[in-house]
T-cell receptor
């Protein structure tokens, strides 16, 4: 089973709201990722967690705050977003961050910021 | 020059055609190569992965890597309307978590 689940599927929020995106995997993977994808563009890496520790932050604005409560769960907390943050937010996981590792993506959360 | 170049298309073919999708790259240190398929409004789905030059086959799909030319390809035989999607190439440096994606090629297979 190579399933990564994400909730919610769709989210509409105002610029003053606080919301969270959730991601879950039960494949025993120890690395989890957040990507942002704008329309007709490839995914852009935002954060990487390896063994529940943040290992990469691709200079993402602080209005995006990741959290990894345990090895199966990854959250992305959102606060004071801008309309240009509207995008598909993808979670991915992989066995590890090693040499031959492959990443499996979830279906994404489509976020609209009004 | 971008690290990974992929013609974004779109590409439209009749059902049953052989489809060839290609990416070139500039960084010879890339070691690991993937093809993802992404249906509209869905997450990318891993189709093929390889880390050596040569061909790898899986059903109707063949991934080809030519490290000397820094060129990778995905061939789809007997294409079906259900193959209509955006195909993204991606690659990684050895030991790096970061995937570098091509722009993605939008493919439509017409019945």
């Amino acid at each position: 089973d190579t399933e990564v689940t994400q909730t919610p599927k769709h989210l509409v929020m105002g610029m003053t709201n606080k919301k969270s995106l959730k991601c879950e995997q039960h494949m025993g993977h120890r690395a989890m990722y957040w990507y942002k994808q704008k329309a007709k563009k490839p995914p852009e890496l935002m954060f990487v967690y390896s063994y529940e520790k943040l290992s990469i932050n691709e200079s993402v604005p602080s209005r995006f705050s990741p959290e990894c409560p345990n090895s199966s769960l990854l959250n992305l907390h959102l606060h004071a977003l801008q309309p240009e943050d509207s995008a598909l937010y993808l979670c991915a996981s992989s066995q590890d961050t090693g040499w031959t590792d492959t990443q499996y993506f979830g279906p994404g959360t489509r976020l609209t910021v009004l | 020059q971008k690290e990974v170049e992929q013609d974004p298309g779109p590409l439209s073919v009749p059902e049953g055609a052989i489809v060839s999708l290609n990416c070139t790259y500039s960084n010879s240190a890339f070691q690991y190569f993937m093809w993802y398929r992404q249906y509209s409004r869905k997450g990318p789905e891993l189709l093929m992965y390889t880390y050596s030059s040569g061909n790898k086959e899986d059903g109707r799909f063949t991934a080809q890597v030519d490290k000397s030319s820094k060129y990778i390809s995905l061939f789809i035989r007997d294409s079906q309307p259900s193959d209509s999607a955006t195909y993204l190439c991606a690659m990684r440096l050895g030991g790096s978590e970061k995937l570098v994606f091509g722009k993605g090629m939008k493919l439509t297979v017409n019945p």
